[in-house]
């Protein structure tokens, strides 16, 4: 039988930026968030991408970043060594969990299971894959 590796918590949703009281999902990630869909185009982010495959920038790919989360711990260690507070959303994170080591090096393929949730009878649960360590984006920052 497989045991968790940690028991996580839920701290903080958004969507593009903005907070949300909940998130849903469906097989293309966050509904209504910019980074959901089976596929995207190549971009500033797949350098490594692009110089090792016969594709070319704008090319269409398989979506890995349907979403995005982040660690409460590990974005408290660097607001502290940066000795700034970054806003929650600015990072366009769908996701802030907290209680779990280490988030940001998780294997790729560990699953995030989130507890059942039953609305009008009917029972779903989120399994959320995790596939890589996302970079920073340039143009994620929140509009003043």
Not at 24 to 34: A, E, H, Q, S, W
Not at 37 to 65: C, M, Q
Not at 125 to 144: F, V
């Amino acid at each position: 039988m497989n045991h968790p590796i940690a028991k996580g918590k839920v701290e903080h949703l958004a969507i593009n930026g903005k907070p949300v009281t909940e998130v849903m999902f469906d097989l293309n990630g966050p509904v209504g968030d910019i980074h959901s869909g089976f596929e995207r185009k190549l971009s500033g982010h797949d350098n490594v991408y692009i110089a090792t495959s016969n594709l070319k920038k704008g090319a269409p790919v398989f979506n890995w970043r349907t979403w995005t989360g982040l660690s409460w711990e590990e974005l408290a260690e660097i607001e502290e060594a940066l000795d700034h507070k970054i806003p929650e959303g600015c990072l366009l994170e769908n996701i802030t969990f907290s209680g779990i080591p280490n988030f940001s090096k998780l294997e790729p393929g560990s699953r995030l299971v989130l507890p059942y949730y039953n609305e009008g009878g009917i029972t779903t649960q989120a399994i959320l894959a995790i596939w890589e360590e996302n970079a920073p984006c340039a143009t994620g920052r929140q509009k003043t």
